[in-house]
């Protein structure tokens, strides 16, 4: 038996079942698993705001206009306008992506970063598998947000988007390390690796080509869940005033919220669409990672 068709073994589990398409496969799969459908759906929507909005709206009127009033929502204005006059529904359209971005390009570079460091320390195992564990309990020991406040605020005059970005991912990738690490050093001892090596498979074609496809269902989980934290991280940093002051992302739209004490004034309008927002972008993104999780998870699977 050869080792790709040992490898292949469990695919078995989602075989199509005879008489069926592939396409009727996977309606017949997403009908058995709304809450990724609903999550995708969700996260689907909040991805158009930003092209179907700004053709409906001018984003220009983001930007601080002080001479016009604050106004309350209405018609022309649903969202009404904020002390310095900006349209809050253009500030939410223009801010979102950006704030999409941040997590997207955190979870990313945080999740590259541990598959591998994850690969290396669980296959190769040893003194690499030694250092690269101990760096990241280590590291792990030490309070995030504490660690983030302080870089964050000690560039304060300077960050961006994108830099925002890899403040974050400088700390997203340990906790993926573990738990992929964890993953590869189970999967190393199974049949199908013994038998790619005795058919003379190298150690990087058995992880290109044995052990990352059959973890792909847990990485993808895996990066839904990094991008939640990513994004749960830029908001409450933006919320203290450290991000990008100049862009109007949804945690600065908070962070100027809670300045110029708009829950105070009463002026729901300002604090309460980009915490909708948030939250749904939160439930959303729960609802896929638990989606994707009856695919990795062999337990959720035949129970489905």
Do not use: C
């Not at 592939?22 to 698993?33: D, E, F, H, I, M």
């Not at 002080?66 to 022309?76: I, N, T, Y």
């Not at 320390?121 to 406040?149: E, K, N, Q």
């Amino acid at each position: 038996m050869s080792a790709t068709t040992v490898a292949a073994a469990p695919a078995e589990i989602v075989a199509i079942p005879a008489g069926r398409t592939r396409r009727g496969s996977v309606l017949a799969y997403l009908s058995r698993n709304p809450q990724l459908v609903i999550g995708l759906a969700m996260l689907l929507a909040l991805l158009v705001v930003d092209p179907i909005g700004s053709r409906m709206i001018d984003v220009r009127r983001a930007e601080p206009l002080s001479e016009l009033p604050r106004l309350a929502p209405s018609w022309e204005l649903p969202l009404g306008t904020d002390d310095q006059g900006r349209n809050l529904l253009a500030v939410l359209v223009a801010g979102l992506p950006l704030t999409l971005k941040v997590g997207f390009l955190a979870g990313a570079i945080g999740l590259a970063i541990g598959i591998v460091l994850g690969f290396l320390a669980g296959y190769l195992g040893g003194p690499v598998d030694a250092v690269i564990r101990m760096a990241v309990d280590t590291l792990l020991t030490v309070p995030a947000l504490l660690v983030l406040i302080i870089i964050a605020a000690s560039i304060k005059g300077v960050i961006s988007v994108a830099t925002m970005a890899l403040v974050i991912a400088s700390l997203a990738w340990m906790y993926p390390t573990r738990t992929i690490r964890s993953q590869v050093l189970t999967m190393r001892e199974r049949p199908y690796i013994y038998v790619a090596r005795f058919n003379g498979m190298g150690e990087f074609q058995i992880i290109i080509r044995e052990i990352a496809p059959n973890l792909l269902p847990y990485l993808a989980a895996a990066f839904v869940s990094s991008v939640s934290s990513a994004v749960l991280a830029s908001v409450g940093l933006e919320a203290l005033g450290l991000g990008p002051q100049s862009e109007p992302t949804v945690g600065m739209t908070i962070y100027w919220s809670l300045h110029f004490n708009a829950l105070l004034r009463g002026m729901w309008w300002w604090w309460v669409p980009p915490i909708v927002v948030v939250v749904s972008l939160f439930v959303g993104l729960f609802l896929i990672s638990s989606g994707l999780d009856e695919i990795a998870n062999p337990r959720r699977r035949r129970r489905a």
